[in-house]
């Protein structure tokens, strides 16, 4: 028991910077002013506005602008599974595979195709903790504009 406040204090301590980027993305992102994003190009555009709006929050948000890359989905997701990309936003089903690869924040919107439900969605990097909660906080504020 005489240890216990040692341990919390020790863990406490070693607790100082989380979330944590291994990868410094946000770190960088900022220090560069700019972020590397890739957005799926697809037949039928949508949630161009929400889209838009994410992006200017992140820009906002971390004082970047945003270095566009326009796409098929597997090649930008690829490239921000290697670390090429930033992020990449654009319609993705519901339960895609990349899933397990790459972190999907919460959707943007939600719009109903031919196709079925197609949501607007952004994703990271997995591991890169402090730029995620970053994408996190502003992609539930774009969500949540009716």
Known sequence: ?????????A???????????PERTLERVRAER??????????????????????SRV?????????????????LLGKLEEGELDLVVGPMA?????????????PLGEQVTRE?????VAAARHGENAWITLLDAEATKVA???
Do not use: N, Y
């Open 34 to 55: 700019r972020f590397k994003v890739g957005i799926i190009a697809s037949g039928e555009p949508v949630g161009a506005d929400r889209q838009r709006l994410f992006l």
């Open 94 to 106: 519901p339960h895609s595979p990349w899933s397990k690869l790459v972190t999907f924040l919460p």
């Open 11 to 21: 863990l406490c301590a070693s607790c100082g910077q989380i979330p944590k980027d």
């Open 1 to 9: 028991m005489k240890m216990l406040p040692l341990l919390a204090v």
């Open 144 to 146: 949540a504009v009716q």
């Open 59 to 75: 820009s906002a948000a971390t004082q970047a602008r945003p270095a566009v890359e326009t796409g098929a989905a597997e090649p």
């Open 116 to 120: 079925g439900h197609i949501h607007l």
